[in-house]
């Protein structure tokens, strides 16, 4: 509660001056959403583990794919087609088209993400969901940079850690669906989107890509919805950019 | 399980990574911030709620998730911290199917 007074009366005492630049999030406040969405990950990442001996991967082969992979959409989709019997390339095509959401948002984090070739080739392994929406929640380069970094590293932290216990338990903590485990992982998101949507462009594009996502899930292939959704951003982008242009020049 | 099809994983989904990195590098450095690149992430994650609470396989299903969402996007308003959020919604998830 007093996060959400604080917050409000942030906005409210300094939306009219600087606008955005003053909603910067504190420091710790960073660190605390960082833990706790490298905790509630780390939950799921069991899950991973589980799944994914069920469907004949090997404990070695289960955590070389959270870490090497490390973009837990893809994985969970990999492990379940496999494990329901589908070939290798049936598994890989929905994965990497998931996996392709992470090349849109290594271009969003451009300017957040800088530094020598090898530099930004280890910053790539750290381009997701979690740690893009959290960057971007920031709106001072330096913050967006410092949320990338912590999100990064904790998180890679608990998804692994998740992975090898999940993958060693097996079968012997159960069915993930009965924790509900399932569950956990678009509550999460949930909570990443809900700081974006501060001003109306950002809520009409939540509700354009939720919205083809929902229409198109029954007929293309898995994966395909998520990429359309993102394609549909493109006009709200524009829109952005012609009002930032406008307010310029007035 | 043979090694490779885990190898093609691995390479595909670090490859992509790593482009958008590549391809963003050789943009005007403030096209990112012109065009407002930041709003990718909102329908994504929309899509990606909607997917994983809405569907299984093809098929659009209403089970346990929708309302283990619901309980996820009160405790959000009330700006819980992430961790509270998703035991919450597994919580609901699970007594749920367990009174199923």
Redesign the interface.
Known sequence: ?R??CS?ISQVVTTDSTVGADAQQTAPDQVL??AL??A??TG??AVSFGVLSVA????VA?TC??SV????G???FT?VSV?GAGGS?AA??AP??LL?????????????V?TGSVAR??L???G???ET??MA?AQPAPAAKRRAFDLTAVLLFVGWNLGTVAGALAGQGLGNP??????????????????P??RNA??RR??????L???AL???VP?GV??I???V??VP??VT??RR??READA | MSWSPVIALCVGAYGLKALGLAVGGRLDPDVAERWHLEILVVPILAALIVVQSFSSGHRLVLDARAPALLVAAFLVWRRAPFVVVALAAAATAAGLRLLA
């Open positions: 509660m996060g959400a917050i605390r959403d706790s969405i905790l509630a939950l799921y469907a004949g991967f090997s082969q070389v794919m090497v992979t490390f973009t959409a893809s994985q990999f496999i290798p598994a890989l994965a990497l996996a392709a959401r992470n090349t849109l948002y290594g271009i969003s984090l451009k300017s993400l930004r080739a910053l790539a392994q381009v997701i969901d893009s929406a971007h669906q009965d924790l509900g485990l399932d569950a956990m992982f678009p509550a999460v998101f949930l909570a990443l989107l809900a974006q949507l462009d950002s594009a939540a509700l354009a890509g939720g083809v996502a929902l899930v029954s007929f898995a919805p998520i359309a959704a993102g549909v951003a709200f982008l952005a950019h930032g242009r």
